[in-house]
Every structure is written in C-alpha cells, then in structure tokens.
C-alpha cells in the first residue's frame, strides 16, 4: 500500500511538473512575443518618425526657396525696374516743365526711350524667370535645349544634350518642377562647380523617366556632404520628392558630380 502511494505521488509530482513546464514555456513565448512585437513596433514608429522629418525637411526646403525666390524678385523689381521707372519718371517731369533747349529735349527723349527698353528687358527676364513661355508654348524638350543653348552661348559652360521626351508626358507643373531641376544643377555646376562641361540626358523606357546629369566641375566627398546639403541640392531634392521620384547622387573630390533622377 505505501508502495502504492509513493508511485500515485510520483505520478502526481511529473505531471505537476509537466503542468508547471508547460506554463513556464507558455509564459517564455507570451514574453517573446510581447518583446518581439515591441520592437517591430518600435521600429514602426522609428521608420515613421524619419518619414515625417523627412518630409519636414522637404517642406522646409520648398519653403526657403520660395523665399528666397520672393526676394530675387523683390531685388529685380526694385534694383531694374523702380530705378528705370524713376529714370523716366524724372526725365517726364523735366520735359512737362518746360524751358528746355532742343538739344536738352532730345537727349531727354533718348534717355526715356533707353531706360523703357531696358525696363521691358528687365521685366522679359523676370517673367521667363518665373515661367519661361517656350516651356508653356512647346514643352519641356524645347525648354531644356533652349536653356542649354542659351550657356553654350554665353560660354560659360558647354552642355551636351540628348532628350528623349514624349510630348506632354509630364502635367505642366511636373514638367516645371523638372525644368527648375536642370536649372539648379546647371547653375550648381558653374558658380560652385567650376565645371567648364556638362551633359544631359533625358530617356523614357519601361514606364520610367530617366534623367542624367553630369560634370566635371571639382566635386566633393558624397560621404562627408550628406548632412551638409546645400539649399540648391535641398531645392532640388523638394522637387524630385514632388514629382514622386528617386534620385542618387555620384561625386569625388576633382572627380565632377552625377545626378540621376528617376520618375
């Protein structure tokens, strides 16, 4: 009979012990899942924490830019067309008054009619600034070639292109967004590049815009530069964020710059 207990205690102390295991096991998985669970989670909210700084920076970016548009305008405005328009303002008033010889006469005329030509070249340039009209009238090949030509021209860099655009791929502001880009990066090149070529080359295939640009200003170390993006390379990063695109950049000390934009 003791015998008999002592095997029913056994008995009741493995399976005690297989009870007590398995909760242990269960509370083992349960803790594992639960920390597992808060990593993906914080994790989650890493990754969309980055998204909205990101996305701050963006929106920041287009905001200092269009400040910073606000103000060139503001500069041309004042410094070549409130000038002129005080130029002619005076030269009116003298001719109103009176009591000029001929010669005082004509060269007052002159003088109106040189500062209302410069005046209207001064408002064509701010316009095409804003909006350049070929970009609206023919799109946004016709653009870019007229944009490098006008740098082939002035020689301050040359620029060799290959475009390959459909027609109308891109809505208006899309393509503008595109035009500013090329815009910037030509500007890049020849103020803090000192590059003296560069080239462009736009394709479309499988579905995709494809935009190259390249180089062969100074460069700069791409490793040490990530953190310390420039308001133009900031600009430009808004704009590829805007037309829902990728972008990666290419450069090395002496070595030029390479941008490639994906749309």
Not at 37 to 47: C, S
Not at 52 to 65: A, C, M, V, Y
Not at 122 to 147: H, Q, T
Request: charged fraction near 25%; avoid cysteine.
């Amino acid at each position: 009979m003791h015998k008999l207990f002592t095997k029913e205690n056994q008995i009741i102390i493995i399976v005690l012990i297989g009870v007590l295991l398995l909760l242990l096991m269960g509370i083992a998985f349960l803790l594992f899942f639960f920390f597992s669970r808060k990593k993906l989670v914080e994790k989650e909210l890493e990754k969309n924490s980055l998204e909205i700084n990101h996305q701050k920076e963006i929106i920041q970016s287009i905001i200092l830019t269009q400040e910073k548009e606000r103000e060139r305008i503001a500069k041309d405005l004042h410094d070549d067309i409130s000038s002129k328009l005080n130029i002619i303002n005076l030269n009116t008033n003298l001719l109103k008054d009176g009591g000029l010889t001929l010669e005082e006469s004509i060269n007052i005329h002159n003088d109106i009619l040189e500062a209302t030509g410069k005046t209207l070249e001064s408002a064509r340039k701010i316009a095409y600034n804003l909006l350049p009209p070929i970009l609206v009238e023919f799109g946004l090949k016709d653009a870019i070639e007229e944009l490098a030509d006008s740098f082939n021209n002035s020689r301050k860099i040359n620029i060799e292109y290959s475009i390959n655009y459909p027609n109308k791929l891109l809505i208006p502001q899309n393509e503008l967004h595109l035009f500013r880009i090329t815009q910037e990066l030509i500007n890049n090149s020849v103020r803090h590049g000192k590059a003296n070529n560069s080239t462009i080359t736009i394709s479309y295939k499988n579905n995709q815009l494809i935009f190259n640009y390249t180089d062969n200003g100074v460069g700069f170390n791409s490793e040490s530069i990530k953190s310390k993006k420039g308001l133009g390379m900031k600009n430009i990063e808004s704009r590829v964020s805007l037309l829902n695109g990728t972008y990666s950049t290419e450069s090395k000390t002496g070595k030029g710059f390479k941008i490639v934009v994906i749309i």
